[in-house]
T-cell receptor, first 114, second 113 residues
Framework: GQQVMQIPQYQHVQEGEDFTTYCNSSTTLSNIQWYKQRPGGHPVFLIQLVKSGEVKKQKRLTFQFGEAKKNSSLHITATQTTDVGTYFCAGRWENTGTASKLTFGTGTRLQVTL | NAGVTQTPKFQVLKTGQSMTLQCAQDMNHEYMSWYRQDPGMGLRLIHYSVGAGITDQGEVPNGYNVSRSTTEDFPLRLLSAAPSQTSVYFC????????????FGNGTRLTVT
C-alpha cells in the first residue's frame, strides 16, 4: 500500500537549536498535513499543504511541500521546551479510490533540553 | 462544543472478550475514522466512514467492526480481543474526507491480557 516515510525517528536538541523532520512518498501526494502530539496527548492539526512548492510559516515553524509533491518538511527555528512532542506528517494520494484515507508517517519524536 | 468524545479512557480485557469503543462528535462532520497507535509505528487507519451508512476498511481492519448509523456516532467493535490489539485507539473526525483537518478524541488505552 501507499506509505509515507518519515525521518528521523527521534531527535534530541538543546534549546535554541534548529530541528527538521522530513517526509517522503514514492508517488505523488494530493495533499499533506502535519500534526503535533504532546506526550500523553492526542494529535493536533498544525497545517495542510496542497500546492507544488508551497511554503507556509507559523511563527518559528516552516512547512514545505516539494515541487513534485512527493516530499515535505517541517523546520523549527530556535527550539523551545514547548516544542517537545512527536510530529507526524499525513498524506493523501491522487488516486481517487483512496482519497479519503489519510496515511500517517511513523513520526519524529523531538526532545528539547535546556 | 465537546468536539470528539471517546469512551472509555482505559480498558483491560481478557483474550477472547468483546467490547465496543465509543466515539461521538458534535461538529456535524461527515468523515470519521479510527486509528490505533503503537510505539514506533505511528497511527494506522483501522476503518473510516465518509457519511452515515457508509464505512470502509483502512490499513489494519482485521478483528474490528464499525457501523455508522448516525452522523454523530462511530463505534468500534472488537469481536474477540487478542493481545496484539493492545494499543491506544484514537477516533478522529473531519468536515469532509478530502482537504479537511482531523480532530482527534483523547484516546482509549486498551490492554488485552
Amino acid at each position: 500500500g501507499q506509505q509515507v516515510m518519515q525521518i528521523p525517528q527521534y531527535q534530541h536538541v538543546q534549546e535554541g537549536e534548529d530541528f527538521t523532520t522530513y517526509c517522503n512518498s514514492s508517488t505523488t501526494l494530493s495533499n499533506i498535513q502535519w500534526y503535533k502530539q504532546r506526550p500523553g496527548g492526542h494529535p493536533v492539526f498544525l497545517i495542510q499543504l496542497v500546492k507544488s512548492g508551497e511554503v507556509k510559516k507559523q511563527k518559528r515553524l516552516t512547512f514545505q511541500f516539494g515541487e513534485a509533491k512527493k516530499n515535505s518538511s517541517l523546520h523549527i527555528t530556535a527550539t523551545q521546551t514547548t516544542d517537545v512532542g512527536t510530529y507526524f506528517c499525513a498524506g493523501r494520494w491522487e488516486n481517487t479510490g483512496t482519497a479519503s484515507k489519510l496515511t500517517f508517517g511513523t513520526g519524529t519524536r523531538l526532545q528539547v533540553t535546556l | 462544543n465537546a468536539g470528539v468524545t471517546q469512551t472509555p479512557k482505559f480498558q483491560v480485557l481478557k483474550t477472547g472478550q468483546s467490547m465496543t469503543l465509543q466515539c461521538a462528535q458534535d461538529m456535524n462532520h461527515e468523515y470519521m475514522s479510527w486509528y490505533r497507535q503503537d510505539p514506533g509505528m505511528g497511527l494506522r487507519l483501522i476503518h473510516y466512514s465518509v457519511g452515515a451508512g457508509i464505512t470502509d476498511q483502512g490499513e489494519v481492519p482485521n478483528g474490528y467492526n464499525v457501523s455508522r448509523s448516525t452522523t454523530e456516532d462511530f463505534p468500534l467493535r472488537l469481536l474477540s480481543a487478542a493481545p496484539s490489539q493492545t494499543s491506544v485507539y484514537f477516533c478522529a473526525s473531519s468536515r469532509t474526507g478530502h482537504n479537511s483537518p482531523l480532530h482527534f478524541g483523547n484516546g482509549t488505552r486498551l490492554t488485552v491480557t
